[in-house]
């Protein structure tokens, strides 16, 4: 895409009583003579997907201080500039440090920094500089002055806090989100530009702010990473008359200048595509708009339905690896649109009112999105009770989920994490209230689950026979059949009646300490050929078959090396519960299901073994997750480990190290009480 460069050149010599001049270039003492370098974890954590990164965060701080007197949308612009060199204040003492900060990494020897360095000379050397402006209108501005405490100095000065004025709600949670337009310059260096109203009068704040990595000057004073433009004692500009034309507002909002932006190809459609993943409801019921690259794109109400259909969306979508965020996007429209949706307000004591929208329509993900402040923040509650990840039974939906008031909204944004895709009340410090918000947000799974099964539920069959699988169980003549309970909110297959005949536990053989020279061969000559009367029940589908016994399903040979138990402290045996493997929905080939009951109370831990082959070979979990009833469980070593209770129905999601379609034995090495 073509981009629109706008040349900005200023012939600046006098403003009022300040000259250009007078603002200044400086880095902080290093007094300690700390090392610092460029991997500033708060921009690292953005340098994956920069200007993704870059419209999620400008949208949500620019939304938060939207002007309460005005009942226009928030707008927010992202233009690209050129600006001459010697418009930029400052810029000469800027080079020397530039300059001490290279020889610096050089002497250190630090590839990573010298590779910055050439590249931000290069850059220095220009006639102009590439600026990305990024301004808001229709807000409060940024109110100071830059002490601390005010949104400014929280902007500006402060680490780790976010101080967004009185909206309690409002998006910023860890003060984090900031460093995200650090991410898209590469000479790490932002301007900030803002206009106010405070106590009936009109205010002008200006400061700039460098991070590079710590020095020593040219009087061999050490210096910090950290370096600002404004006032000799580190202060901001107050007089909108001593800054560049380019630098001044005289609208009530913010501007922010990324000097040296990166040259990134169609960077226009990249971010458009963020704020319209991120901020479609927000766009849709008009709260917010965007402009990009002067005017070329416009996102807003009218808008918004012919941009997530357009060929440049498909395509920015495709180089970014959100193909699948834009076609969530499309189902979010829809969602929000369509006529024949339900929508349901309800309350969670001690957490708040919120509203459920819920479209149900075939094709559509069976998918919960969870909202704040027309923000989409995360798809599931992956740490809590019900993660809202399955939906068996349920006919195909989307569905909307948003705090209506600013007491749950706060609540809901004390639980996210630096990057506002994730909830987890781990980050409660009181381990009283961590507790209780827990309990909360279980309510709050439970109650979306609750309304949308309301809508979505599918009845079943009343019974299931499934005996197809009775060569899993440790007696060929076990008969059991399976119910579906209405009232669960899971749906899965529940045991109603278990008929056994006798379940003949192995006889435990006291086995003599084999001798150094046969450790190799003991434990497999009882098994030579005997295998009609084997007490391995895992051997029960080859009993007919003595050839192959030493290689089918000894157990003691079923590791092939890829695997060590200490058999002194676990023994292995089929699982004696039933239990199913089947292919996980909307998941690829290697991921699978377990699904099973236990016959007592423990920790377990499970070995996947593939059959039909001359010898058992080790399916290796790579990852895995509880689906219900089944919160703590792990891989070790390519074994699933977890908690079981008796009688109760889990269900456990797994991904192989390879693509795997055959049958599969699960055996289970006890810790405890037998399963």
């Known amino acids: 895409m073509q981009t629109k460069i706008l040349t900005l050149n200023y012939n600046y010599k006098f403003y009022g009583t300040l000259l250009m001049q007078d603002i200044v270039f400086l880095s902080t003492p290093n007094s ?6 460029l991997g500033n974890a708060g921009i690292e954590t953005f340098l994956d997907s920069p200007l993704v990164s870059l419209a999620r965060e400008i949208g ?55 590779s910055f360095f050439d590249n931000l000379d290069k850059q220095i050397s220009q006639d102009t500089i590439r600026v990305l402006r990024i301004a808001d209108y229709n807000t409060k501005g940024l109110q100071g002055p830059c002490e601390e405490g005010t949104p400014f100095h929280s902007l500006v000065k402060a680490k780790g806090i976010s101080q967004k004025g009185d909206n309690e709600a409002s998006g910023g949670s860890h003060g984090i989100g900031k460093n995200a337009v650090y991410a898209i310059s590469e000479g790490r260096t932002v301007f900030y530009s803002t206009f106010y109203h405070k106590d009936g009068n009109k205010n002008f704040l200006f400061q700039g702010k460098t991070l590079l990595t710590s020095y020593e000057d040219k009087n061999s004073k050490p210096k910090s990473a950290t370096s600002y433009w404004g006032k000799t004692d580190y202060q901001a500009v107050d007089k909108i008359e001593a800054v560049p034309k380019w630098l001044q507002r005289t609208e009530t909002g913010t501007s922010i200048y990324a000097l040296f932006f990166r040259d990134e190809d169609d960077w226009q459609h990249k971010i458009a595509l963020s704020l319209i993943n991120n901020f479609i409801s927000a766009i849709y019921s008009g709260k917010m708009e965007f402009t990009i690259d002067s005017n070329d794109i416009i996102i807003n109400s009218k808008t918004l339905p012919e941009h997530i259909k357009s060929e440049a969306f498909i395509n920015a979508a495709e180089e970014t690896d959100t193909t699948s965020s834009l076609k969530s996007a499309k189902n979010l429209y829809e969602c929000l649109t369509s006529e024949i949706a339900t929508e349901e307000k309800f309350t969670i004591e001690d957490l708040g009112e919120f509203r459920l929208r819920v479209l149900i329509k075939e094709g ?21 009770k019900d993660k809202l990840r399955n939906f068996n039974m349920f006919r195909d939906f989307i569905a909307i989920v948003e705090p209506l008031t600013s007491s749950s909204s706060a609540k809901i944004k004390g639980l996210e994490n630096p990057r ?25 799974g439970k109650k979306i689950r609750e309304l949308i099964k309301n809508e979505a539920y599918t009845q ?29 909110l899971e749906n899965h297959p529940k045991i109603i009646k278990l008929i056994p ?23 497999n000559s009882n098994n030579s050929n005997n295998s009609n009367n084997s007490n391995n029940s895992n051997n029960s589908n080859n009993s007919n078959n003595s050839n192959n016994s030493n290689n089918s399903n000894n157990s003691n040979n079923s590791n092939n090396g890829s695997d060590t138990i200490n058999k002194s402290k676990k023994r292995e045996v089929t699982i004696s519960s039933n239990f199913r493997v089947i292919p996980a ?64 129905r889990i269900c456990v999601q797994f991904s192989l190290n390879q693509n795997y379609s055959g049958p599969i034995v699960v055996k289970s090495l006890i810790k405890g009480k037998s399963v």
């Open 32 to 37: 300690a003579r700390e090392s610092e370098g």
């Open 60 to 114: 949500q701080n620019s939304g938060d201080v939207s002007n309460p007197n005005s009942d226009r949308p928030v707008k927010i612009t992202f233009d690209l500039l050129n600006i001459c060199r010697k418009d930029i204040p400052a810029f000469e003492e800027f080079k020397k440090t530039i300059t001490s900060c290279h020889q610096s990494s050089i002497k250190k020897k630090d590839k990573k920094a010298i």
């Open 364 to 384: 559509m993900p069976k998918q919960v999105n969870i909202m704040r402040n027309g923000m989409l923040i995360t798809t599931d509650l992956c740490n809590f």
């Open 420 to 444: 506002h895709d994730e909830l987890s009340a781990e980050r409660i410090p009181d381990s009283i209230e961590r507790k209780k918000t827990t309990t909360l947000m279980n309510n709050l």
């Open 460 to 488: 079943p069959k009343n019974r299931e026979l499934i005996d197809e699988l009775s060569y899993f169980f440790a007696d060929e003549n076990t008969e059991i059949s399976y119910d579906f309970d209405n009232n669960e």
């Open 501 to 523: 005949s006798s379940l003949k536990k192995p006889k435990r053989k006291k086995n003599r300490r084999p001798s150094q020279n046969s450790s190799n061969n003991g434990n």
């Open 585 to 648: 929905p909307n998941s690829p080939k290697n991921t699978y299901r377990l699904w099973m009951s236990a016959k007592g109370t423990g920790t377990v831990t499970l070995k996947l073994v593939a059959t039909g082959m001359y010898s058992e070979e080790l399916l290796y979990v790579t990852e895995c997750h509880g689906v219900q009833l089944a919160d703590n469980v792990t891989t070790q070593s390519g074994l699933l480990v977890l908690d079981v209770k008796k009688d109760e």
